[in-house]
């Protein structure tokens, strides 16, 4: 027992002997360990101690430097190895005794072959000094442990010392050949460190130029003109997708979110700036430009001599569906960016200056996987291609790196994983100005553009759906063929399923060619191009959910396609032609028109089998014991998301009348097919269905546009909450059609960034509902007067109205008075964080005295000074059981709700933004002010234990920026704690 204790003791001894042989390591220094299995090793890592040396105001954190690991975590005096990852519990050992002689080295024990990798040391001595940060790569020795009994034999140890004075003048002498041999090549060595940097350039080089070859398929005019609305400027909402309180009534101090115009090239620059952070995530609608934004990104960088960036890395999911078991980030790479397959070790060695472009996870079929077992990954680690794309997402992977990640908007999956994200981009469909240049692009002749600016706007349905740019894409291709033609349509597009209905019918029928003309076409012609279509729309459908959207010549012959009919009817504008035989689809939204077609098509009286097939594609319900060519074989539960657009073109398409035509009519469904899509329409909105499912619905209801279904499934959607979800000007659309019928009793858009244009959509139906709420949606005083519009209606039903934490200043606000003064139905109204200040209150009094209805009013976090809330109160008093809420603290459903986020805020803070959450504490601290001043001790002990719960979560939070407020004046000092640490629990 003795003999363990002195082996200790002597390891001990030696660890801080080796201490000493390590040189001071300066800030951000690197250094190399070398342990062996089941023994202990030491990692350096010293600091500056100063002469006033605090052990209270220490904070050293040891953690694995790819996947943030907690390995020891020292602060307030004492280590907390609650912190600590079980993998390392019981095998960490600090020695306090050395901090203040700047020593913060790690005794890691009985070294395991997972512990190999490189470990970050931070250190942070003082409040507001700079922090040290060591990096450590532990490697292990060639060495192996052949003897592990503890004990030594003297007979080996003198056999061992015979044999050591044998060979040590050999290993002098090669000792000291290596040396002179060393000496000799030290030039070719670096030699070759140049030749590899310069490999490393030119492999750069060659994948550049591998990527511009893409180039050479925009040279025909056709092609332009498709990629036309993706060179011009568009919208990009910029915020942080944690800035969003779950409640949603909280007081927000600003409103973060940016929205700027920018060319979508530009973005490759908007991403390195300061303020934006290592994952990136960029939504929107199907069609609105995603995919071909992640093209011009990558082309722009190819084009550059010289970027800021060392490479762009794209790997799109629809070809990640392909990958069968396991495999690595190399494998993934080395095959989609070829050309830097022989340099990717060197490239990602430090991937500060690459970004790595995930395209399309709405595609995705692989689950992505959150909590595998194993937390250290690298380029090498092989996996499951779910789990590799988490852990590069969760920062697990390539910490370092910057990653982009592309996908519609408003799924399930893209809700789970907004939480990984720093930042959002959200690209919004065409504005009025940007359709308009976009024409002007398209054609080329200014009269020309203007005429089709126009024919688009002058019908509002066209108007918002060309606000989509595949859809105007489409309208201005079907309007130049039909001009040049001169074959005008029977009718208007009023849905998406009828604009590409009218597109099949324009590149049939309208040809600038006179020998070509719809006339001279014969029957058998006319029928063999719909079959053609058909059987397109069978092999689409087939393949629906790989996301794959080539053709190939195997494809063509199990389906008997003819080639040449692809090529002379659809080659440019709905198919690309790759190769002889080889046709890949524009884009994920046309094949899905194409499956969605064919399946209306022998659906369409089919009513029982209609209705399983929805069940089916919208819920996941399976038919027990039931066969169908239209069940999709891969088809999972959890793949409905995939299939929302199909089954919207797919109701669309219900009432597409087929004949020479080519279904450019709209014929009214079988009565049979009319009564069950009621009945199903119905049955589905009694579910308990979540906001996608509703959105979904109220798309596919939009799209089958027939007013007797519409009449009487309307009057069944009477609560709409599509709380914190995005809301196009398309998604709008559909949600005034089905709420053309109904009296809703609650509808919820709060955080859906609909703005002035949104609530100007919304207005005809915004008079029926009776509880409103609009709050965090970038609105105006223009929309303050749309809103002052629907309560002055005498139709109005609204009885509370909830608008906090919107832009509609003194202005809106007096306008909004002027309204109530005639409104009869108001009892709530919520103005609570809008930047009203004393100005907005002078017409108050002349104009809410004639309000008999409204009781409650919320001012809270406006710009109101003393003066102007003592004018108020005189307000509240001639107005007869109205009361004026300017404070959180005069209104007791406020306060509790405020009271129980607070309380709930260590459980959730991982839920929010840092930065935003520490600017919303502070809105909450000031607003409560002193507590000292009120008459009600229950209320003055319940604000002072808040302030006391928000002051000890900022003052704990060792990672945020703190802001602690002084208990003496009130006033609140910013401390930063600058370490880069991961959050802890």
Not at 181 to 197: Q, S
Not at 505 to 524: G, H, I, R, V, W
Request: hydrophobic fraction near 35%; glycine fraction near 4%.
């Amino acid at each position: 027992m003795r003999s363990k204790y002195f082996a200790m003791e002597c390891t001990l001894e030696k660890m801080l002997l080796s201490l000493l042989l390590f040189p001071s390591l300066a800030e951000g220094s690197f250094s190399r360990s070398y342990g062996m299995l089941n023994r202990d090793i030491l990692l350096p890592c010293t600091f500056h101690a100063s002469s006033n040396f605090n052990l209270n105001n220490l904070i050293i954190t040891w953690q694995r430097t790819d996947s943030l690991t907690v390995v020891y975590s020292f602060y307030s005096g004492s280590a907390h190895p609650e912190h600590h990852d079980t993998t390392f519990l019981g095998r960490t050992q600090l020695f306090q005794s050395e901090f203040s002689k700047g020593n913060a080295s790690l005794k890691l024990e009985r070294m395991l072959l997972s512990d190999v990798g490189n470990y970050s040391c931070f250190v942070s001595v003082d409040d507001g000094m700079p922090h040290t940060e060591n990096v450590v790569e532990l490697k292990l020795t060639d060495t192996s442990e052949n003897n592990t009994s503890g004990g030594t034999d003297p007979a080996s140890e003198r056999h061992k010392l015979v044999l050591l004075l044998a060979v040590l003048p050999v290993l002098i002498a090669v000792g000291i050949l290596f040396w002179k041999m060393k000496n000799k090549k030290k030039p070719d060595i670096e030699e070759n460190i140049h030749l590899l940097a310069d490999d490393i350039k030119d492999a750069i080089q060659n994948y550049k130029g591998y990527i511009l070859i893409d180039k050479m398929h925009l040279c025909c005019s056709l092609t332009q003109r498709r990629f036309a609305n993706y060179s011009l400027a568009r919208t990009i909402n910029v915020t942080n997708p944690k800035e969003q309180d779950p409640d949603g009534d909280l007081i927000r101090s600003d409103d973060s979110n940016i929205a700027q115009e920018v060319q979508i090239s530009q973005l490759l620059s908007l991403l390195q700036e300061k303020n934006f952070s290592k994952r990136v995530l960029l939504v929107g609608d199907a069609g609105v430009g995603k995919s071909w934004t992640v093209v011009s990104m990558e082309q722009e960088w190819a084009s550059q001599p010289t970027h800021t960036l060392r490479s762009v890395l794209v790997l799109r999911f629809r070809d990640l569906n392909e990958v069968k078991g396991k495999t690595s980030l190399r494998d993934l790479l080395k095959k989609h960016c070829t050309p830097l397959a022989s340099v990717l070790t060197e490239l990602l060695l430090n991937p500060q200056d690459v970004l790595i472009i995930l395209d399309g996870l709405n595609e995705f079929a692989h689950q992505l996987q959150w909590n595998p077992p194993g937390c250290d990954f690298n380029l090498d680690s092989e996996a499951e291609v779910g789990v590799l794309v988490s852990k590069l997402i969760s920062k697990n992977l390539l910490r370092e790196a910057q990653v982009l990640v592309t996908s519609r908007w408003n799924t399930n999956q893209i809700e789970f994983s907004k939480k990984y994200f720093d930042q959002l981009f959200v690209i919004s469909g065409f504005t009025n100005d940007q359709l308009k240049r976009y024409c002007e692009v398209f054609c080329g002749e200014k009269q020309k553009a203007e005429e089709m600016f126009q024919r688009i706007t002058e019908n509002a349905t066209i108007k918002c759906l060309a606000s989509n740019p595949l859809n105007s894409f489409i309208l201005c291709n079907i309007l130049d063929k039909c001009t040049s033609s001169q074959q005008v349509p029977a009718n208007e597009p009023v849905t998406n399923s009828k604009v590409f209905t009218l597109l099949l019918y324009s590149l049939f029928n309208c040809s600038t060619c006179k020998e070509t003309d719809a006339e001279n076409k014969s029957e058998e012609e006319k029928e063999l191009f719909k079959d053609t279509i058909l059987k397109l729309g069978e092999l689409s459908f087939n393949s629906l959910l790989s996301g794959k959207l080539e053709i190939n010549v195997t494809d063509l012959k199990i389906y008997e396609i003819d080639p040449d009919i692809l090529s002379k009817h659809l080659s440019n504008l709905v198919l690309d032609c790759k190769c002889q035989g080889v046709f890949a689809f524009h884009h994920a939204v046309l094949k899905e028109q194409f499956a969605a077609l064919y399946c209306a098509t022998l659906l369409n009286n089919e009513a029982e089998e209609l209705v399983k097939c929805l069940d089916l594609w919208c819920f996941g319900k399976r038919p027990l014991n039931q066969m169908s060519q239209f069940y999709l074989q891969s088809f999972q539960p959890d793949h409905t998301e995939k299939l929302y657009n199909f089954m919207r073109f797919l109701t669309g398409f219900l009432t597409a009348g087929r004949d020479g035509k080519l279904w450019n009519y709209t014929v009214p469904l079988p009565p049979s097919t009319a009564r069950a899509l009621t009945t199903w329409f119905k049955n589905s909105l009694q579910r308990d269905i979540k906001k996608a499912e509703l959105l979904n619905l109220m798309h596919c209801l939009f799209e089958l546009n027939d007013a007797t279904v519409t009449a009487e499934v309307s009057p069944c959607i009477r609560h709409v909450d599509f709380h914190n979800f995005f809301l196009s000007p398309l998604d709008l659309r559909a949600l005034c059609y089905c709420l053309n019928h109904s009296t809703v009793e609650e509808m919820d858009l709060r955080h859906c960034s609909i703005g002035d244009k949104g609530i100007k959509q919304l207005q005809e139906i915004l008079v029926k509902c009776r509880t409103l709420l609009v709050s965090s949606n970038k609105l105006t005083p223009k929309s303050a007067k749309i809103l002052s519009a629907v309560l002055e209606d005498p139709k109005c039903r609204i009885e509370t109205l909830s608008s906090g934490t919107n832009s509609f200043g003194s202005a809106g606000a007096q306008i909004l008075w002027k309204a109530l003064a005639t409104n009869r139905s108001l009892k709530i109204l919520r103005l609570y964080d809008n930047g009203i200040t004393g100005e907005g209150t002078e017409n108050m009094n002349q104009c809410l005295i004639f309000n008999k209805t409204l009781q409650k009013l919320y001012l809270c976090a406006n710009k109101l000074d003393d003066l102007e809330q003592k004018n108020i109160q005189q307000v509240e008093k001639l107005c007869h059981g109205l009361k004026i809420i300017t404070k959180i603290r005069d209104d007791e459903e406020l306060l509790l709700r405020v009271e129980s986020q607070v309380q709930m805020l260590p459980s959730h803070e991982q839920s929010y933004g840092t930065k935003w959450l520490h600017k919303l504490l502070k809105s909450i601290l000031e607003d409560l002010g002193d507590e000292s001043t009120i008459p009600d001790l229950d209320t003055r002990v319940r604000i002072g234990k808040i302030k006391a719960n928000i002051n000890k979560y900022l003052q704990n939070n060792k990672v945020t920026m703190i802001d602690v407020p002084d208990k003496e004046n009130g006033l609140l000092l910013h401390t930063p704690v600058p370490l880069p640490l991961k959050q802890l629990p």
